[in-house]
């Protein structure tokens, strides 16, 4: 049994990067959008960039994880932000299994 969780571990491994590039993409993808058809809101993040100063990536975390999105009735930047919390759930989901896995190989426990 333990062998087959530390499987899905090693397999989870690369998804994760998978899904890493993923966010780094869709979080691209949501500024453009915000810059080229949002500008007021864009400005009013501070004009964040993918790897910024930590005040606007605090700003655009924010818009996102509070769904500010909805109210600038913008279905595309929509679905771009819901896809990019997808990927993030996701991505904190393999990274906890992982890191479980990982203690619990490190301890040794074996009563799995």
Do not use: W
């Not at 501070?46 to 605090?58: I, Y």
Request: hydrophobic letters at 55%; proline letters at 2%; charged letters at 15%.
């Amino acid at each position: 049994m333990i062998t087959v969780l530390f499987a899905i571990a090693a397999l989870l491994i690369p998804v994760g990067a998978i899904l890493f590039v993923v966010i780094l993409l869709l979080s691209r993808a949501l500024l453009e959008r915000l810059k080229k058809h949002h500008a007021a809101e864009y400005k009013e993040l501070g004009e964040p960039r993918l790897f910024a100063a930590r005040q606007t990536q605090v700003a655009l975390r924010s818009f996102v994880f509070d769904r500010q999105d909805r109210a600038l009735n913008d279905a595309r930047l929509s679905n771009i932000v819901s896809a990019s919390l997808g990927a993030y759930y996701a991505f904190v989901a393999c990274s906890i299994y992982v890191f479980i896995c990982l203690v619990v190989r490190t301890l040794g426990i074996h009563g799995l």
